[in-house]
């Protein structure tokens, strides 16, 4: 793990991007999968003959082979950008995982007692439908923003980091969910 | 590749694609696919991919890549023998 912890910090929960962002990605590659049978067909009906040296329904057949086995490397990455692309809460601070690719990763922290703002922002009918949406942290100064997109359960998320903040000493924090008023620092949490 | 000619009333595409140019490219894949897949398994160990899913997951991925690298060498083979 490339994460060191503090003495006495211990990890509350890690918060991941819904399941579905990473089936409707791998679902591209299993759809790509019937990609060079579809060409299959479609030259099939076309006046064309192909002269190999060999049985062309075998080169055909290789020939997908290395397809499907691109494919399938395709599909490890998605999941390994997927599964490493985290936000790990601590009783300290969040920790903000961003893995791009397998050559580029932002790890970046935000003390709890920092964190002003937390709102959620839920678009779209599957996003409502299936649970997921994007969150975000904001500080008081300049430092950066904290998102996390396509989040599962993003009010969940919400309401777990809040109760990270209650039970670790943060006092102002303000929440905002999207479309909503915030609320004042020192109001009841919602 | 050679141009397209026409004979009676089909296209004939020529495709001289060997036995010995499929091997190379078979090799090719193992090469790329063995350096990609070094650099999975040192993600999925380094960056903290937990027990049970780093297991499934590598279980899965090899079992497919070499599935999928023993039927290419079968086909290939097969092909060999039909050139």
Request: aromatic share 12%.
């Amino acid at each position: 793990m490339s994460i060191s912890f503090d003495q006495g910090e211990v990890v509350l929960f890690e918060v991941r991007k819904h399941w579905f962002v990473l089936v409707a990605e791998l679902g591209f590659c299993v759809l790509g999968t019937l990609l060079p049978m579809v060409l299959y067909a479609v030259v099939s009906v076309l006046p064309l003959t192909f002269s190999t040296p060999g049985n062309g329904l075998l080169l055909f057949a290789v020939c997908y082979t290395f397809w499907v086995l691109a494919l399938i490397v395709v599909m490890a990455y998605l999941w390994t950008d997927y599964y490493l692309d985290v936000w790990v809460v601590t009783n300290q601070r969040v920790i903000d995982i961003e893995q791009r690719g397998l050559f580029s990763r932002e790890v970046a922290t935000m003390q709890l007692s920092k964190i002003q703002d937390i709102a959620t922002d839920v678009r779209g009918f599957i996003a409502t439908m299936i649970g997921f949406g994007d969150v975000r942290i904001q500080t008081a100064g300049n430092e950066r923003e904290f998102v996390i997109r396509g989040v599962a359960y993003p009010d969940k998320v919400r309401a777990q980091v809040e109760a990270a903040l209650e039970s670790h000493g943060a006092i102002a924090i303000k929440l905002n969910t999207a479309g909503q008023a915030a609320v004042p620092p020192g109001e009841p949490l919602v | 590749m050679q141009p397209v000619v026409a004979r009676g009333a089909d296209i004939v595409i020529p495709l001289p694609i060997t036995a010995g140019v499929l091997w190379g490219v078979f090799v090719l894949a193992l090469l790329v696919v063995g350096a990609i897949s070094w650099m999975f398994v040192h993600h999925w160990g380094y960056y903290g991919v937990e027990g049970n899913n780093r297991v499934f997951v590598k279980g899965l991925y090899f079992t497919a890549c070499i599935g999928l690298f023993v039927l290419s060498a079968l086909l290939i083979s097969a092909y060999a023998l039909t050139s």
